[in-house]
């Protein structure tokens, strides 16, 4: 395993007075990795390669947010991503935000130079794809339970695709509770569905600010947290799920953790900038674990001792 190799390679500090001999052992033990055989979850012969895919829905958002479908018909667990690239712009990773064996939704902010370029994309355009990757929410080994899903911001991308799994099997689970913050009202993404979210399940959004004094879908002014807060939630028989800014998430676990939830009835999605997303450039790495490949998904005490490296 690459990691295990990486994790035993002792160097010397870094000095200009044994550079070159530091450099020198760095390279022997480089080579001594062998890379795993890599292979396409979509089947391809080379994994790093992407395919073209149309865009068959162009939906904005919000001003800086859209949501793109593309016509990837691929299996894939709730909670796994993409890479997305754009030829002579970049590549970046994107949650999967529908579950679907037909085609892939793909909610998008607007922050860099990659997703600026995808935000001026039109229906029947073409984009390049690979994936999917990554560890899902393990939904088949929580059948029978209460769910509860905690989102803030573009953090409630990556719960769409759990929540679209909920109501494909909705027979499989007891109650589900839906909290959902963001900024502003015009800050809210998923409009459409949360019209028929708060029919289907018990759901709460907050804002953090309302200047517009209009409220939708019975939001509460405050942050997410104080709404978890005064909530009656019961940790019997229930399985909780994250996603949102790290303050957020440390800010609801420790609720959780007021509330009788044990570590293993937490589940996280961690935000890290994937390049390979095969576990192989060792960017988001999480003290010993992947983010690409351990995750992003994991269950709290996986990695409630962890610090980012």
Not at 40 to 69: A, H, M, W
Not at 193 to 204: A, I, S
Request: with cysteine.
């Amino acid at each position: 395993m690459i990691k295990a190799t990486l994790e035993k390679m002792k160097l010397h500090k870094l000095h200009p007075t044994n550079l070159k001999s530091n450099l020198a052992s760095m390279n022997m033990q480089l080579k001594q990795i062998k890379l795993p055989k890599l292979q396409s979850p979509t089947g391809g012969q080379n994994p790093y390669v992407p395919l073209p895919y149309k865009v068959i829905e162009y939906y904005r958002e919000t001003p800086d947010n859209f949501t793109i479908t593309i016509d990837m018909a691929v299996d894939h667990d709730p909670g796994q991503f993409v890479q997305v690239s754009i030829p002579g712009i970049g590549e970046a990773p994107i949650s999967i935000c529908s579950d679907s064996n037909k085609f892939i939704k793909l909610n998008i902010r607007e922050v860099g130079n990659v997703t600026e370029h995808l935000g001026k994309l039109k229906k029947g355009d073409t984009i390049l794809i690979r994936g999917p990757y990554g560890k899902g929410y393990p939904m088949k080994d929580l059948v029978g339970n209460n769910l509860l899903v905690i989102g803030g911001g573009c953090g409630v991308a990556p719960l769409k695709g759990l929540i679209d799994y909920i109501e494909h099997y909705r027979e499989e689970y007891k109650q589900v509770q839906l909290f959902l913050g963001y900024r502003s009202p015009n800050d809210i993404i998923f409009k459409r569905e949360l019209e028929e979210w708060k029919n289907m399940y018990h759901l709460q959004v907050t804002v953090d600010q309302n200047h517009s004094s209009e409220f939708c879908y019975n939001a509460k002014e405050g942050f997410i947290t104080n709404a978890l807060k005064e909530a009656s939630i019961d940790h019997a028989n229930k399985i909780a799920f994250i996603c949102g800014p790290p303050v957020m998430i440390n800010a609801v676990v420790d609720l959780l953790k007021q509330k009788g939830f044990h570590d293993d009835q937490i589940f996280m999605s961690a935000e890290r900038l994937m390049y390979c997303a095969f576990g192989v450039c060792c960017h988001c790495m999480i003290r010993g674990k992947f983010t690409c490949v351990d995750g992003p998904v994991f269950r709290y005490d996986e990695v409630k001792d962890f610090k980012n490296d």
